[in-house]
T-cell receptor, first 113, second 112 residues
Framework: SQQGEEDPQALSIQEGENATMNCSYK?????LQWYRQNSGRGLVHLIL?????REKHSGRLRVTLDTSKKSSSLLITASRAADTASYFC?????????????FGGGTRVLVKP | DAGVTQSPTHLIKTRGQQVTLRCSPI?????VSWYQQVLGQGPQFIFQ???????GRGNFPDRFSARQFPNYSSELNVNALLLGDSALYLC???????????FGQGTRLTVV
């Protein structure tokens, strides 16, 4: 399996509900980043969380990181139809690995009006 | 401020041909990375350049090459195209190598 794997693979919710998706990884990270992608277009950066951080917020987004469990979660509160997209986590393993980002397969989120 | 720009947006090539994709990073960003995204999958790392030097290379054949110019823009070249090279090619720039990476809209390459 990949370094970063999102769960669930797909999520369908009603507008106004919260959406939670998880990311698990295998090896120690330098940082973890969450991205959104609409219909196969470019990736939009959401949040970067570093290995010494436990939680970060940005608007309706909340990201947590548990390095002991090697997992992260992205919570979208009060979802809107415009939040319909694929969400990816990406891990940066640090300088030794060239700081490349390793992406999971993504979670496809559908927010129904 | 302009974001990461990529050109062209779409491209159709024939098997065996060569292709060059271009990327202009956000002003002030010195690191550029290239990713390949096949339909239904997450992006896969191809190259990272910082200050015109290659810092990392993914598991791609030697048909893939890249370079970064003094103005930090970058080109990705793919030779001897195969049908399996059909994908969305994404360029990302960052201030330095371990900060937020910002992506362009990508180049959709179709090999027929």
């Amino acid at each position: 399996s990949q370094q970063g794997e999102e769960d669930p693979q797909a999520l369908s919710i009603q507008e106004g509900e919260n959406a939670t998706m998880n990311c698990s990884y295998k090896t120690s990270i330098n940082n973890l980043q969450w991205y959104r992608q609409n219909s196969g277009r470019g990736l939009v950066h959401l949040i970067l969380i570093r290995s010494n951080e436990r939680e970060k917020h940005s608007g309706r987004l909340r990201v947590t990181l548990d390095t002991s469990k090697k997992s992260s979660s992205l919570l979208i509160t009060a979802s809107r139809a415009a939040d319909t997209a694929s969400y990816f986590c990406a891990t940066d393993l640090g300088v030794a690995a060239g700081n490349k980002l390793t992406f999971g397969g993504g979670t496809r989120v559908l927010v129904k009006p | 401020d302009a974001g990461v720009t990529q050109s062209p947006t779409h491209l159709i090539k024939t098997r065996g041909q060569q292709v060059t994709l271009r990327c202009s990073p956000i002003s002030g960003h010195k690191s550029v990375s290239w990713y390949q995204q096949v339909l239904g999958q997450g992006p896969q790392f191809i190259f990272q350049y910082y200050e015109k030097e290659e810092r990392g290379r993914g598991n791609f054949p030697d048909r893939f090459s890249a370079r970064q110019f003094p103005n930090y823009s970058s080109e990705l070249n793919v030779n001897a195209l195969l049908l399996g090279d059909s994908a969305l090619y994404l360029c990302a720039s960052s201030l330095v190598w371990d900060t937020e990476a910002f992506f362009g809209q990508g180049t959709r390459l179709t090999v027929v």
